[in-house]
């Protein structure tokens, strides 16, 4: 097995037992609210476990216009650290190289 699919058979075991331990954490959640009453909680711990249970792990969406405003404002910051620019319509330009130093002064000789 290759090094990439065994890293990918590690990070979905790790997401089975974190699903898990979810599950386990919820259900004692819910054990309390049972205990205490409280319905309205028991439900809403019920839908959670229901979610948890069916796999379902929510990915954030990324659209192409965030995608787009996520580049533009990397390249516009990659910039700003540069000390270059950015448009829209074409990649960050670096700076200009700073001008040499001037050489340092002597002191004055003494009197």
Do not use: C
Request: aromatic residues 2%.
């Amino acid at each position: 097995m290759s090094e990439i699919t065994e890293a990918a058979q590690r990070r979905a075991e790790a997401a089975v037992q974190r699903r898990d331990n979810l599950i386990s954490a919820l259900e004692l959640e819910r054990l309390g609210y049972v205990r205490r009453g409280l319905e309205h909680r028991v439900a809403e711990v019920d839908e959670q476990i229901k979610w948890a249970k069916s796999g379902f792990t929510p990915e954030p969406e990324v659209t192409t216009s965030d995608a787009e405003t996520i580049a533009e404002k990397t390249a516009a910051a990659d910039a700003a650290l540069s000390g270059g620019t950015a448009t829209d319509d074409e990649p960050a330009k670096p700076a200009a190289k700073p001008a040499a130093k001037p050489a340092a002064r002597k002191p004055a000789a003494k009197k």
